[in-house]
C-alpha cells in the first residue's frame, strides 16, 4: 500500500524566512542594473535600416549642438536643411542618431513641401559624451548625413 502524503503546514519564522529572501532578491537585482549602450556599429544599422543601400553625401545639413553639455538631461539640439521646399525638391524626413545612449534611435522628423522650412530645434538626453548623426533624406532619393561630437559634464553616467 502508499503512504498518504500529508500537508506540510509552514510556521510563521518559515514563511517570514521565505518572503525575506525573495525580497533581498529582487533587491539585489535592482542595485545592479545593466544598461547597454549603442556605438558606431550599432548607429550605422539603424542608418542601414532607414536608408537602405543609399548613399550619404556631406552638405545641406546643419547640425547645431553644444561642445560641451553642462546636463546630459537636457541637451538642446537643433539641425537645418538647405531645402527650397518645393513640390520638386524638398526634404522627406531627418532621422538623429546617438552613439552611446541605450538605443541609437533618438527621432525621427518628417517634412512636406507645406512645412516651408526643414528646421527643428528641440532637448534630448544623452548617456554621456558621444557622436550624434543627423541623416536627411530628400524627395529625389538622395541623402545627406553629418555627425557631431557632444561631450556631457554631468547627467547621465557623466562622461
Same mark, same amino acid.
Given at each position: 500500500?502508499?503512504?498518504?502524503?500529508?500537508?506540510?503546514?509552514?510556521?510563521?519564522?518559515?514563511?517570514?524566512?521565505?518572503?525575506?529572501?525573495?525580497?533581498?532578491?529582487?533587491?539585489?537585482?535592482?542595485?545592479?542594473?545593466?544598461?547597454?549602450?549603442?556605438?558606431?556599429?550599432?548607429?550605422?544599422?539603424?542608418?542601414?535600416?532607414?536608408?537602405?543601400?543609399?548613399?550619404?553625401?556631406?552638405?545641406?545639413?546643419?547640425?547645431?549642438?553644444?561642445?560641451?553639455?553642462?546636463?546630459?538631461?537636457?541637451?538642446?539640439?537643433?539641425?537645418? +536643411?538647405?531645402?527650397?521646399?518645393?513640390?520638386?525638391?524638398?526634404?522627406?524626413?531627418?532621422?538623429?542618431?546617438?552613439?552611446?545612449?541605450?538605443?541609437?534611435? +533618438?527621432?525621427?522628423?518628417?517634412?512636406?513641401?507645406?512645412?516651408?522650412?526643414?528646421?527643428?530645434?528641440?532637448?534630448?538626453?544623452?548617456?554621456?559624451?558621444?557622436?550624434?548623426?543627423?541623416?536627411?533624406?530628400?524627395?529625389?532619393?538622395?541623402?545627406?548625413?553629418?555627425?557631431?561630437?557632444?561631450?556631457?559634464?554631468?547627467?547621465?553616467?557623466?562622461?
Amino acid at each position: 500500500m502508499a503512504d498518504k502524503l500529508k500537508p506540510h503546514t509552514y510556521e510563521r519564522r518559515e514563511v517570514l524566512a521565505l518572503a525575506g529572501t525573495g525580497v533581498i532578491a529582487v533587491a539585489g537585482i535592482s542595485l545592479f542594473p545593466v544598461t547597454a549602450s549603442a556605438d558606431a556599429a550599432a548607429v550605422s544599422k539603424a542608418v542601414m535600416k532607414r536608408i537602405g543601400d543609399k548613399s550619404t553625401k556631406s552638405g545641406r545639413i546643419t547640425l547645431e549642438l553644444p561642445q560641451i553639455a553642462e546636463n546630459g538631461n537636457t541637451v538642446p539640439i537643433g539641425f537645418e +536643411v538647405d531645402s527650397p521646399m518645393t513640390d520638386s525638391d524638398y526634404v522627406k524626413a531627418v532621422h538623429i542618431f546617438a552613439e552611446k545612449n541605450p538605443s541609437p534611435e +533618438v527621432a525621427t522628423f518628417r517634412f512636406t513641401p507645406a512645412n516651408g522650412k526643414a528646421k527643428v530645434s528641440t532637448r534630448m538626453r544623452l548617456l554621456k559624451s558621444q557622436n550624434i548623426v543627423a541623416v536627411a533624406e530628400m524627395s529625389d532619393g538622395s541623402v545627406y548625413m553629418v555627425k557631431k561630437a557632444v561631450k556631457v559634464t554631468i547627467g547621465g553616467c557623466g562622461g
